[in-house]
């Protein structure tokens, strides 16, 4: 044994040909968290511009996201950005990290119920004093849409994860816990 692999297994508990299996199996996952993340925003995008062109989203908050993430005022697009790379990074690596412990005895249950958990933050981080009509359909579009988002996160997690092994999508094994 060399001394890498020596301080290798004194770190992570395991041979060097083990660790290494381990961080190709957690970057497999974030791969497919990135992917389940596009698609579900895929889904979502369309709603959330409806909810716009009608007038009961304000595009403002997307740049009031690019300012508080990056400091730069009035820069919508850079907030859609930021939405984006969030949707496809943070959100699906949650959801992975959660999944065991999530509502649901499908992946696709459990996305369910983590954008409707999701979908409360949204409304308060969005919310641009909206009364009345506007104010049922801004619930009603964010939540179609976040639902739209979290069925195909956990529907695609579960149809990629079942091919290939991931290392973070349990806690008990490296495979996935949950049927699609």
Do not use: C
């Not at 301080?7 to 040909?17: L, N, P, T």
């Not at 506007?134 to 639902?147: G, N, R, S």
């Amino acid at each position: 044994m060399s001394r890498s692999d020596s301080v290798i297994a004194a770190i992570a508990g395991e041979s060097q040909s083990e660790a290494e299996n381990d961080v190709v199996a957690v970057v497999k996952g974030g791969v497919i968290g990135a992917i389940a993340g596009g698609v579900g925003l895929l889904a979502m995008a369309p709603i959330l511009w409806a909810g716009v062109a009608l007038g009961v989203i304000d595009s403002a908050a997307f740049s009031e996201l690019a300012y508080l993430g990056l400091g730069r005022p009035d820069n919508a697009l850079l907030g859609y950005v930021i939405f984006a790379g969030g949707g496809m990074t943070t959100w699906p690596l949650l959801f992975a990290v959660l999944n065991d412990y999530l509502p649901g005895r499908t992946m696709v249950q459990s996305g369910f119920g983590f954008a409707t958990i999701m979908w409360t933050g949204f409304l308060v981080a969005f919310y641009s004093s909206q009364a009345g009509l506007a104010l049922v359909l801004y619930l009603l579009l964010t939540l179609l849409a976040h639902w739209a988002y979290g069925v195909l996160l956990g529907l695609v997690f579960a149809i990629i994860a079942q091919r290939t092994e991931v290392l973070f999508v349990t806690t008990n094994t490296m495979s996935v816990s949950k049927e699609i």
